[in-house]
């Protein structure tokens, strides 16, 4: 069975910290891996990691993969109240198509 | 730029009751799918389609049918509601190769009582 797991489940920092989020999976047939950050509503798109070791970086946030040891992390430095949000991973592959992490729930404090 | 719109944005059924959860998008993409959230979970796979006239079923496909007659249009249908789908649903599309990153609505939050 397809699997993606999140890590941890929640998490609360002030605002500052840096902040890593963990997703590991096993999935069959892997094609890539996708961070996706949902606020209130509908989940947007962060990061698309198809390649091990290439970091991709966007403004505060950067994230890798690692496609031996079967992770990725997502880093989010200088935290701000505005990154509070529930961090969803989603690895393309298996016998799904995609499957979804449950999500890290981050909340940043004033 | 409208993008992904589904309507209602929140709906309360009774059990045995039907329903479908419409679901448009505007840029031509073609494919798309729908999901299932429950609280404090991940995002499920429910159906999914490639292209007008063509739909697969996801993870959690029992007790939903969804039809594919147009590029922009991708309706959900629930035929006999139970509270087990009470859920909120998020349809979503993308650019082919499928599985891409996806553009989401904003969801419908549906309760069956």
């Known amino acids: 069975e397809d699997k993606v797991v999140q890590s941890p489940l929640s998490l609360v920092v002030h605002e500052g910290d840096t902040v890593t989020l963990n997703c590991s999976y096993e999935?069959?047939?892997?094609?890539?891996l996708l961070w996706y950050k949902q606020e209130k509503k509908a989940p947007t798109f962060l990061f698309m990691l198809?390649?091990?070791?290439i970091e991709k970086k966007s403004g505060r946030l950067s994230s890798i993969l690692d496609k031996k040891e079967l992770f990725s992390i997502l880093n989010i430095t200088a935290t701000q109240t505005g990154d509070s949000a529930v961090y969803l991973c989603?690895?393309?592959?298996?016998?799904?198509?995609?499957?979804f992490g449950k999500g890290t729930h981050l909340i940043i404090q004033p | 730029n409208a993008g992904v719109t589904q309507t209602p944005k929140f709906r309360i059924l009774k059990i045995g009751q039907s329903m479908t959860l419409q679901c448009t998008q505007d840029?031509?993409?073609?494919?798309m799918y729908w999901y299932r959230q429950d609280p404090g979970m991940g995002l499920k796979l429910i159906y999914y389609?490639?292209?007008?006239?063509?739909?697969d079923k996801g993870e959690v496909p029992n007790g939903y049918n969804v039809s594919r007659s147009t590029t922009e249009d991708f309706p959900l249908r629930l035929e006999l509601a139970a509270p087990s789908q009470t859920s909120v649903y998020f349809c979503?599309?993308?650019?082919?190769?499928?599985?891409?990153?996806?553009?989401f609505g904003d969801g419908t939050r549906l309760s069956i009582l």
């Open positions: 999935v069959t047939n892997f094609r890539s």
């Open positions: 979503a599309s993308s650019y082919e190769p499928g599985w891409q990153p996806q553009h």
């Open positions: 840029m031509n993409h073609n494919y």
């Open positions: 389609s490639v292209g007008a006239g063509i739909t």
């Open positions: 198809t390649s091990s070791g």
């Open positions: 989603a690895v393309v592959g298996g016998a799904d198509g995609l499957t």
